[in-house]
């Protein structure tokens, strides 16, 4: 069974850091890209960023660029989201996401979401 | 960027009624190459993480009950559920996944309701 759990969220103040992480379990991890799927209160999904297999190919939505880093260790079955510079606006639901299997461009659908972990960036 | 947008915003359909949902992209998602539409659609109820319906634009996720349809080409895309079912109250989201190096966005969400 596919499991992505997050982990990390919490209440940051504005312009402050945070990190988040996605364990994955129950599949092979290092053989699909992953993605971060954001949802502030009451509102609709917003792509954050994703990255593929081995790294090679990363994209950032342009809300984030500059200021969130995605990484993951294959090693751990684990994506992260470096997130710096935090505004009031980058509150939200943050979801990890499973995507393209290997040999798939970046881009592509979701099979598999995790429960998210809540960002809450206030004074 | 690609700029999705759904209709309606929100729905009410009687029980065993067809429900139909519509999603419009700002340019065509139709990769002439594969002749693939790089179109999703999503369900997400109360408290869960969204789940995908329909890939491609009208490949059903293994374990989707089939009353659930989705249809469309280039730039214009129907989610249809044909005998609507309590269980699926929720709000829909459609999905394009061809853009780059612009990445991926969202519709703003359909809310469907039991009339």
């Known amino acids: 069974e596919v499991q992505l759990v997050e982990s990390g969220g919490g209440l940051v103040q504005p312009g402050r850091s945070l990190r988040l992480s996605c364990a994955a379990s129950?599949?092979?991890?290092?053989?699909?890209?992953m993605h971060w799927v954001r949802q502030a209160p009451g509102k609709g999904l917003e792509w954050v960023s994703g990255?593929?297999?081995?790294?090679?190919?990363?994209g950032y939505a342009d809300s984030v660029k500059g200021r969130f880093t995605i990484s993951r260790d294959n090693a751990k079955n684990s994506l992260y989201l470096q997130m710096n510079s935090l505004r009031a606006e980058d509150t939200a639901l943050y979801y990890c996401?499973?995507?393209?299997?290997?040999?798939?461009?970046?881009?592509?659908?979701?099979?598999?979401w995790g429960q998210g972990t809540l960002v809450t960036v206030s004074s | 960027d690609i700029v999705m947008t759904q209709s309606p915003d929100s729905l009410a359909v009687s029980l065993g009624e067809r429900a139909t949902i519509n999603c419009k992209s700002s340019?065509?998602?139709?990769?002439?190459?594969?002749?693939?539409?790089?179109l999703a659609w999503y369900q997400q109820k109360p408290g869960q993480p969204p789940k995908l319906l329909i890939y491609?634009?009208?490949t059903r996720e293994s374990g989707v009950p089939d009353r659930f349809s989705g249809s469309g080409s280039g730039t214009d895309f129907t989610l249809t559920i044909s005998s609507l079912q309590a269980e699926d109250v929720a709000v829909y989201y459609c999905?394009?996944?061809?853009?780059?190096?612009?990445?991926?966005?969202f519709g703003q969400g359909t809310r469907l309701e039991i009339k």
């Open positions: 990255i593929s297999w081995n790294s090679g190919s990363i």
């Open positions: 996401a499973k995507g393209a299997p290997r040999g798939e461009w970046l881009f592509y659908y979701f099979d598999y």
């Open positions: 340019q065509s998602v139709l990769y002439s190459s594969n002749n693939k539409n790089y």
């Open positions: 129950g599949f092979t991890f290092d053989d699909y890209a």
């Open positions: 491609w634009a009208s």
């Open positions: 999905q394009q996944y061809y853009s780059t190096p612009r990445g991926i966005t």
